[in-house]
């Protein structure tokens, strides 16, 4: 009899120890997994590539070169412009020097003009006299301004291939594999002397230190929480103690969706819930992927 109050005793004692230790373990508010806003990297030009200098894990600096595009094509063909280009200036002395020549002309017939005025004041010249030297004027103003027009021509043409020749620097520029952010290569889709085309997917990336805990929670808690609220962030750091983050909420999802199936939240499972992301700062210690957890600290 005394065996049995005491194996009662005993698990009563053990109950009331679990119960208390549970009771003492504050459960989180939230539950969700890092990830990272990657960005996906594609070719913009096509042809061959001569060089990717990167590799999986490789951090990358903003504005770094790190491939190149073959640009043979691009560069013929900004050659030829270039000649045609010469071609044309080339005949831009002769227009020059014909129009010198032309607005000479006009000069001395201007002056034979008011010669004729003066004698034709004194009856010493006849109206056909002046109706003529009047005729040679207007046609060598014609003459000058059709050389003008040339002219003119001539130098719009050169406008028209600098624009050419400036959508072909543009595009030999393209030919260059810039990356655009400061951050790691998560995943190489193609190497040395393989073909890229526009669009095309060359690698993926992501900034380590831009990295968001996603969780979701149900309508009930959404009243508690806001953006640039401070909360708790924990994360595994052995198998039975976590480690302790401070976290801002970021982002807050404006429409509800469907509790995803690998997620929990502090309530029951109920049929829609909204995403919130939050911003932790990583020293390295963060993964994407890595299970992590949400106490909201309350405003008062």
């Known amino acids: 009899m005394k065996n049995k109050i005491k194996t009662h005793l005993s698990i009563f004692l053990i109950a009331l120890l679990l119960i208390s230790c549970n009771n003492e373990e504050k459960q989180s508010d939230a539950y969700g997994n890092f990830e990272l806003d990657k960005t996906m990297i594609s070719a913009e030009a ?12 490789m951090h990358l600096t903003s504005l770094q070169k790190i491939g190149q595009i073959d640009t043979m094509n691009l560069y013929l063909q900004k050659q030829n412009l270039n000649a045609n280009q010469r071609l044309i200036l080339s005949n831009l002395p002769d227009i020059d020097a014909q129009l010198l020549v032309q607005e000479q002309q006009r000069k001395n017939m201007v002056i034979q003009q008011d010669r004729l ?7 010493a010249a006849t109206q056909k006299q002046m109706d003529d030297i009047q005729g ?35 595009q030999i520029e393209k030919c260059e594999i810039i990356s655009p952010i400061d951050g790691e290569v998560l995943n190489q889709f193609s190497r040395k002397g393989e073909i890229a085309a526009p669009g095309k997917p060359l690698f993926t990336m992501a900034s380590l ?20 609220q401070k909360v708790k962030v924990l994360i595994d750091e052995n198998k039975k103690e976590n480690k302790e983050l401070s976290g801002e909420i970021v982002w807050i999802s404006s429409e509800a969706e469907f509790t995803p199936k690998t997620v929990q939240t ?7 819930v909204y995403a919130v992301k939050i911003k932790i700062p990583n020293k390295g210690e963060l993964k994407a992927g890595m299970p992590g957890e949400v106490l909201f600290i309350n405003e008062n």
């Open 117 to 123: 005025k003066k004698l034709f004041v004194k009856k």
């Open 209 to 228: 230190q831009d990295i968001r805990l996603k969780v979701y929670v149900s309508g009930a808690v959404l009243p508690h929480i806001k953006l640039h």
């Open 266 to 272: 502090k309530e029951e499972r109920v049929n829609l």
């Open 136 to 170: 040679s004027l207007d046609l060598i103003d014609a003459q000058i301004s059709a050389t003008k027009v040339k002219r003119n021509n001539i130098h719009e043409q050169v406008k028209a291939l600098n624009a050419q020749i400036d959508i072909l620097n543009y």
């Open 46 to 57: 096509a042809g061959q590539i001569l060089w990717l200098n990167i590799e999986e894990g």
